[in-house]
Protein backbone atom coordinates (compact mmCIF):
# COMPACT_ATOMS: atom_id res chain seq x y z
CA UNK A 1 0.00 0.00 0.00
CA UNK A 2 0.71 3.89 -0.66
CA UNK A 3 3.52 5.26 2.11
CA UNK A 4 3.10 8.71 3.14
CA UNK A 5 3.20 11.91 0.90
CA UNK A 6 3.97 14.55 1.22
CA UNK A 7 3.85 18.10 -1.64
CA UNK A 8 5.14 19.99 -2.94
CA UNK A 9 8.96 18.41 -2.54
CA UNK A 10 10.44 21.42 -3.42
CA UNK A 11 9.67 25.22 -2.31
CA UNK A 12 11.29 28.75 -2.56
CA UNK A 13 9.72 31.57 -0.41
CA UNK A 14 10.88 35.15 0.61
CA UNK A 15 10.56 36.50 3.79
CA UNK A 16 6.78 37.82 4.66
CA UNK A 17 5.14 35.31 2.25
CA UNK A 18 3.11 32.39 3.58
CA UNK A 19 3.07 28.61 2.42
CA UNK A 20 0.99 25.35 2.73
CA UNK A 21 2.65 22.21 2.81
CA UNK A 22 0.51 18.97 2.07
CA UNK A 23 0.22 15.14 3.52
CA UNK A 24 -1.56 12.07 2.77
CA UNK A 25 -1.45 9.44 5.10
CA UNK A 26 -1.09 5.90 5.11
CA UNK A 27 -4.73 4.09 4.16
CA UNK A 28 -6.10 3.50 7.12
CA UNK A 29 -4.50 5.74 9.23
CA UNK A 30 -5.79 8.62 11.33
CA UNK A 31 -2.91 10.39 13.03
CA UNK A 32 -0.79 12.58 10.99
CA UNK A 33 2.10 14.73 12.97
CA UNK A 34 4.58 17.16 11.46
CA UNK A 35 8.04 17.63 12.44
CA UNK A 36 10.83 20.51 11.73
CA UNK A 37 14.13 19.81 10.74
CA UNK A 38 17.03 21.80 10.91
CA UNK A 39 21.27 21.30 10.81
CA UNK A 40 21.45 23.43 14.31
CA UNK A 41 17.63 21.54 16.33
CA UNK A 42 18.04 18.46 14.64
CA UNK A 43 13.66 16.92 14.37
CA UNK A 44 11.64 18.88 16.59
CA UNK A 45 7.42 18.09 17.23
CA UNK A 46 4.71 20.35 15.45
CA UNK A 47 1.96 19.22 16.08
CA UNK A 48 -0.11 15.76 15.95
CA UNK A 49 -3.61 15.40 14.48
CA UNK A 50 -6.42 12.99 15.29
CA UNK A 51 -9.65 12.81 13.51
CA UNK A 52 -9.37 16.51 12.24
CA UNK A 53 -8.61 17.21 16.23
CA UNK A 54 -5.19 18.74 17.11
CA UNK A 55 -4.14 16.50 19.91
CA UNK A 56 -0.68 17.49 20.92
CA UNK A 57 1.48 20.79 20.29
CA UNK A 58 5.24 21.35 19.92
CA UNK A 59 6.77 24.54 21.32
CA UNK A 60 6.71 26.95 17.60
CA UNK A 61 4.85 30.42 17.25
CA UNK A 62 1.51 30.69 16.78
CA UNK A 63 3.08 31.42 12.68
CA UNK A 64 2.88 27.73 12.49
CA UNK A 65 -0.75 26.38 12.33
CA UNK A 66 -2.51 22.97 10.47
CA UNK A 67 -4.97 21.24 9.96
CA UNK A 68 -6.91 17.81 8.96
CA UNK A 69 -9.36 17.11 6.56
CA UNK A 70 -12.15 13.90 7.27
CA UNK A 71 -9.71 11.76 4.79
CA UNK A 72 -7.43 12.01 7.32
CA UNK A 73 -5.14 14.23 5.01
CA UNK A 74 -3.14 17.27 6.54
CA UNK A 75 -1.64 20.00 5.51
CA UNK A 76 0.03 22.83 7.72
CA UNK A 77 0.93 26.14 6.77
CA UNK A 78 3.32 29.02 8.24
CA UNK A 79 2.66 32.47 7.82
CA UNK A 80 4.76 35.58 7.47
CA UNK A 81 8.07 33.09 6.57
CA UNK A 82 11.35 34.22 8.19
CA UNK A 83 14.52 33.15 7.44
CA UNK A 84 14.79 30.29 10.25
CA UNK A 85 11.96 28.53 8.57
CA UNK A 86 14.11 27.33 6.16
CA UNK A 87 14.25 23.08 7.04
CA UNK A 88 13.06 20.44 5.91
CA UNK A 89 9.25 19.39 6.98
CA UNK A 90 8.64 16.19 7.94
CA UNK A 91 5.38 14.41 7.84
CA UNK A 92 4.13 11.09 9.54
CA UNK A 93 1.07 8.91 10.05
CA UNK A 94 0.86 6.58 12.71
CA UNK A 95 -1.82 3.48 13.29
CA UNK A 96 -2.64 5.32 16.71
CA UNK A 97 -6.05 5.26 18.19
CA UNK A 98 -8.37 7.86 19.86
CA UNK A 99 -6.87 7.08 23.25
CA UNK A 100 -3.33 5.46 22.07
CA UNK A 101 -0.22 8.11 21.52
CA UNK A 102 1.59 5.95 22.72
CA UNK A 103 1.79 2.96 21.01
CA UNK A 104 2.44 1.60 17.44
CA UNK A 105 4.92 2.51 14.76
CA UNK A 106 5.43 6.43 12.84
CA UNK A 107 5.83 5.93 9.49
CA UNK A 108 7.48 9.48 7.12
CA UNK A 109 7.46 10.35 4.13
CA UNK A 110 9.76 11.87 1.97
CA UNK A 111 9.62 15.63 3.44
CA UNK A 112 9.07 18.75 2.00
CA UNK A 113 12.12 21.29 1.43
CA UNK A 114 11.63 24.62 2.33
CA UNK A 115 14.28 27.45 1.54
CA UNK A 116 13.05 30.98 2.58
CA UNK A 117 15.03 34.19 0.85
CA UNK B 1 12.43 16.67 30.66
CA UNK B 2 13.51 13.79 28.51
CA UNK B 3 16.55 14.57 26.67
CA UNK B 4 17.50 11.66 23.82
CA UNK B 5 21.76 11.30 23.40
CA UNK B 6 23.01 9.15 20.36
CA UNK B 7 27.24 8.73 20.54
CA UNK B 8 28.81 9.15 18.45
CA UNK B 9 27.98 11.88 16.11
CA UNK B 10 29.88 10.13 13.38
CA UNK B 11 31.49 7.10 12.44
CA UNK B 12 33.52 5.48 9.33
CA UNK B 13 34.06 1.38 9.19
CA UNK B 14 35.46 -0.44 6.95
CA UNK B 15 32.76 -3.20 4.82
CA UNK B 16 32.27 -6.07 6.81
CA UNK B 17 32.63 -4.74 10.20
CA UNK B 18 30.08 -5.22 12.83
CA UNK B 19 29.21 -2.32 14.70
CA UNK B 20 27.17 -0.94 17.35
CA UNK B 21 25.35 2.77 17.60
CA UNK B 22 24.39 3.67 20.88
CA UNK B 23 21.41 5.85 22.21
CA UNK B 24 20.71 7.34 25.94
CA UNK B 25 17.63 8.79 27.45
CA UNK B 26 17.16 10.89 30.64
CA UNK B 27 13.51 9.18 31.61
CA UNK B 28 13.20 5.70 31.58
CA UNK B 29 9.71 6.04 31.93
CA UNK B 30 8.96 5.86 28.38
CA UNK B 31 6.63 3.80 26.20
CA UNK B 32 8.30 2.59 22.98
CA UNK B 33 11.42 3.57 21.34
CA UNK B 34 11.90 3.38 17.46
CA UNK B 35 15.33 3.45 15.20
CA UNK B 36 14.72 5.01 11.50
CA UNK B 37 17.71 5.74 8.35
CA UNK B 38 17.99 8.62 6.79
CA UNK B 39 19.51 9.21 3.45
CA UNK B 40 21.08 12.56 2.71
CA UNK B 41 17.93 15.07 1.67
CA UNK B 42 15.50 12.12 2.15
CA UNK B 43 12.68 11.47 4.69
CA UNK B 44 12.95 9.01 7.46
CA UNK B 45 12.82 5.32 6.98
CA UNK B 46 11.69 3.14 10.06
CA UNK B 47 14.15 0.39 10.82
CA UNK B 48 12.94 -1.08 14.18
CA UNK B 49 10.10 -0.15 16.50
CA UNK B 50 10.78 -1.32 20.39
CA UNK B 51 7.77 -1.78 22.50
CA UNK B 52 8.14 -0.91 26.07
CA UNK B 53 7.61 -4.17 27.35
CA UNK B 54 10.30 -5.74 25.05
CA UNK B 55 14.21 -5.99 25.05
CA UNK B 56 14.91 -6.34 21.57
CA UNK B 57 13.79 -6.48 17.84
CA UNK B 58 15.36 -8.12 14.84
CA UNK B 59 15.14 -7.62 11.41
CA UNK B 60 17.62 -9.11 8.94
CA UNK B 61 21.22 -8.08 9.92
CA UNK B 62 19.62 -5.40 12.15
CA UNK B 63 19.32 -6.09 16.05
CA UNK B 64 18.18 -3.35 18.51
CA UNK B 65 17.79 -3.89 21.92
CA UNK B 66 16.55 -1.84 24.79
CA UNK B 67 17.33 -1.56 28.46
CA UNK B 68 15.09 0.98 30.22
CA UNK B 69 16.36 0.60 33.73
CA UNK B 70 20.20 2.15 32.38
CA UNK B 71 18.03 4.49 29.98
CA UNK B 72 19.76 2.76 26.84
CA UNK B 73 19.40 1.48 23.23
CA UNK B 74 21.64 -0.50 20.90
CA UNK B 75 21.26 -0.61 17.22
CA UNK B 76 23.72 -3.96 15.98
CA UNK B 77 24.32 -3.82 12.07
CA UNK B 78 26.05 -6.69 11.28
CA UNK B 79 28.40 -7.17 8.03
CA UNK B 80 28.13 -3.75 7.29
CA UNK B 81 28.16 -2.88 3.26
CA UNK B 82 28.27 0.61 1.54
CA UNK B 83 24.17 0.75 1.28
CA UNK B 84 24.14 1.14 4.53
CA UNK B 85 25.51 4.56 4.71
CA UNK B 86 22.88 7.23 6.19
CA UNK B 87 22.30 8.80 9.51
CA UNK B 88 20.77 6.56 11.92
CA UNK B 89 18.09 8.29 14.35
CA UNK B 90 16.84 7.09 17.51
CA UNK B 91 13.53 8.63 18.89
CA UNK B 92 11.26 7.95 22.22
CA UNK B 93 7.79 8.60 21.78
CA UNK B 94 6.83 10.09 24.80
CA UNK B 95 3.16 12.14 24.96
CA UNK B 96 2.20 11.18 21.49
CA UNK B 97 5.45 12.91 20.09
CA UNK B 98 8.83 11.60 18.90
CA UNK B 99 11.58 12.87 20.72
CA UNK B 100 14.74 12.35 18.40
CA UNK B 101 18.84 11.73 19.32
CA UNK B 102 20.82 14.19 16.95
CA UNK B 103 21.89 10.73 15.19
CA UNK B 104 24.99 9.22 13.83
CA UNK B 105 26.05 9.27 10.37
CA UNK B 106 27.23 6.29 9.27
CA UNK B 107 30.12 6.03 6.30
CA UNK B 108 30.95 2.15 5.27
CA UNK B 109 33.59 1.90 2.98
CA UNK B 110 33.86 -0.35 0.24
Known amino acids: KAGVTQTPRYLIKTRGQQVTLSCSPI?????VSWYQQTPGQGLQFLFE???????NKGNFPGRFSGRQFSNSRSEMNVSTLELGDSALYLCASSPWGPRDTNTGELFFGEGSRLTVL | KQEVTQIPAALSVPEGENLVLNCSFT??????LQWFRQDPGKGLTSLLL?????REQTSGRLNASLDKSSGRSTLYIAASQPGDSATYLC?????????FGQGTELSVKP
Open chain 2, 50 to 54: IQSSQ
Open chain 1, 49 to 55: YFSETQR
Open chain 2, 27 to 32: DSAIYN
Open chain 1, 27 to 31: SGHRS
Open chain 2, 91 to 99: AVIEGGKLI
